[in-house]
T-cell receptor, first 113, second 115 residues
């Protein structure tokens, strides 16, 4: 059973650029959720993808978008980066869209300069 | 709306001492509650969860938490702290709406364990 893997582990971008973060779900999981964890705060829900469709969204602007692929891997895209986008981005997979048990990856640390 | 409040952003204990991390929740429906641990440069690991079965929940690494509806609390305890328990701990409540489930996290409590 493979875990949730995220890439890259660290990333530095400048304001206004675009970034793509990647996540491979745990084997057998069809749902992926993305969370943003700013420094000193708890993770905040960005959105969830279930069977390649966005299934729910938190309070994040449209420049945060995602994709889920047929193999259930996922991408998080952020356009027009702002300084406040600097954070740890966590991907979590679950067996179903209302599954209560999430398996988290180690995250991608994004720094926006 | 559901929310979680963790009392104390930093807690420091001696090795072998009792660990008590506080969490209060707000929920209009019977909540599902969780404790996660985050070690440096790692993701979140589930310690334990409450899903309306027994009010005293036992988790991994010797941690347990008690759900108290009257106090809207779900405090995390461990009888004897170990150096390896030093980490950030997050309490979370599950919010299910519109066919999807998301976790609402508290701000976290950083636990330091000193010799």
């Amino acid at each position: 059973e493979t875990g949730v893997t995220q890439s890259p582990t660290h990333l530095i971008k400048t304001r206004g650029q675009q970034v793509t973060l990647r996540c491979s779900s745990q084997s057998g999981h069809n749902t992926v959720s993305w969370y943003q964890q700013a420094l000193g705060q708890g993770p905040q829900f960005i959105f969830q993808y279930y069977r390649e469709e966005e299934n729910g969204r938190g309070n994040f602007p449209p420049r945060f978008s995602g994709l889920q692929f047929p193999n259930y891997s996922s991408e998080l895209n952020v356009n027009a980066l702002e300084l406040d986008d600097s954070a740890l981005y966590l991907c979590a997979s679950s067996q179903d869209r209302d599954g209560e048990k999430l398996f988290f990856g180690s995250g991608t640390q994004l720094s926006v300069l | 709306a559901q929310s979680v409040t963790q009392l104390g952003s930093h807690v420091s204990v001696s090795e072998g001492a009792l660990v008590l991390l506080r969490c209060n929740y707000s929920s209009s429906v019977p909540p599902y509650l969780f404790w996660y641990v985050q070690y440096p440069n790692q993701g979140l690991q589930l310690l334990l969860k409450y899903t309306s079965a027994a009010t005293l929940v036992k988790g991994i690494n010797g941690f347990e938490a008690e759900f108290k509806k009257s106090e809207t609390s779900f405090h995390l305890t461990k009888p004897s702290a170990h150096m390896s328990d030093a980490a950030e701990y997050f309490c979370a409540v599950s919010s299910v709406s519109g066919g999807y489930n998301k976790l609402i996290f508290g701000a976290g409590t950083r636990l330091a364990v000193h010799p």
